[in-house]
């Protein structure tokens, strides 16, 4: 098998020698930058010479940098009741609302919405969906806008009215409490 792999890793590469030989001014076939020209940025706004290992926890690394998922019902925000915001950890843009939290029994921070939605409109949210296979079915992982950062996935299995579930990782997240913050009774119950 490994053979093979060799093999086919080979012919690949002198494939792509062959291409670049003719068109010296393409690009390779297993190197395909989102930018050619140094003034055009990508879609994300993150300063690309941010020390990632430096600036999280090993966890939160793994969680968001990585598409790693924390153990369920460990992370820190599963059983928090607290009124506020819960931010991107990496780049700190708002992501989630305090009032959209819902107990769902998966083992994460469960949202119905994600904060700057309007209706099913998530243009002024924070967040970006991506299709998704790695949990074995077709899914859809959630990633923040701004930064990239993986965050979770979205599942159609939500309460009323959106049938949302955002099932996000609490290594993704950092809470900021609002002004008079108190949890609520109803909430904790």
Same mark, same amino acid.
Request: proline content about 7%; aromatic content about 4%; glycine content about 4%.
């Given at each position: 098998m490994s053979r093979f792999v060799v093999r086919l890793f080979l012919v690949a590469s002198q494939h792509a020698t062959a291409r670049s030989?003719?068109?010296?001014?393409r690009i390779p076939v297993f190197i395909r930058p989102v930018s050619t020209s140094p003034d055009l940025q990508s879609l994300t706004r993150y300063n690309?010479?941010?020390?990632?290992?430096k600036?999280?926890?090993?966890?939160q690394y793994v969680v968001t940098r990585e598409k790693g998922t924390e153990e369920p019902f460990s992370g820190i925000y599963l059983n928090?009741?607290?009124k506020g915001m819960y931010h991107c950890v990496c780049c700190d843009?708002?992501?989630f609302s305090s009032e959209a939290k819902y107990e769902s029994g998966t083992g994460w921070p469960a949202f119905k919405?994600?904060?700057g939605t309007w209706e099913r409109d998530e243009s002024h949210a924070s967040i970006i969906r991506r299709p998704d $296979?790695?949990?074995?079915?077709?899914?859809?992982?959630?990633?923040?806008? $701004?930064?990239?950062a993986h965050l979770g996935h979205v599942f159609d299995d939500g309460p009323d009215p959106t049938g949302q579930r955002f099932c996000i990782n609490s290594a993704a997240l950092t809470f900021k409490p609002r002004d008079n913050n108190k949890p609520d009774k109803d909430e904790q119950n």
């Open positions: 030989a003719v068109l010296p001014r690309k010479t941010t020390d990632w290992h600036k999280l926890t090993p966890e928090h009741y607290e843009a708002p992501l919405e994600a904060h $296979n790695s949990l074995g079915s077709a899914g859809t992982e959630v990633l923040c806008k $701004n930064c990239d």
